[in-house]
């Protein structure tokens, strides 16, 4: 396990990326014969996107992210943890997108890419 998102566990084999931003919504506001103004308008927001993918013919079957639509669909926060045990917050699903591809015969798909579109809430 590489990642955990409340009880989903990412296997190393099954991850192949995370990408973290920060957003810290500062804004400028003009002033007459002077310096722009910065200002913060809220505080700063999280996201992270994570990408994977997965082989059902290695042992994933064909359901391996029947699990996380369905943490998506309850539209509630999870715990993001990492394997060395860190404790990233709680974060809600915001997408999930599936790419199925080399199809055979009887068996459905053999290769399956995913990418998740995760925000951190603050409301812990």
Known sequence: ??????????KALNFDNLERS????IQSQNRLNNHNA??????????IKIQGKTL???GDRNTYLDKLENMA???KSYILTGANGKYYGKFVIL???????AFVDGSGFVAQ?????????FDE
Do not use: H, I, T
């Open 73 to 75: 669909k309850e539209q």
């Open 22 to 25: 920060l957003e810290y919504n």
């Open 56 to 58: 059902p013919l290695k």
């Open 1 to 10: 396990m590489v990642l955990a998102l409340g009880e989903f566990e990412f």
């Open 113 to 121: 890419s995913f990418g998740m579109d995760l925000e951190r809430d």
């Open 38 to 47: 910065l200002f913060a308008s809220s505080k700063e927001s999280e996201k």
């Open 95 to 101: 997408a999930l997108n599936e790419n199925r591809s």
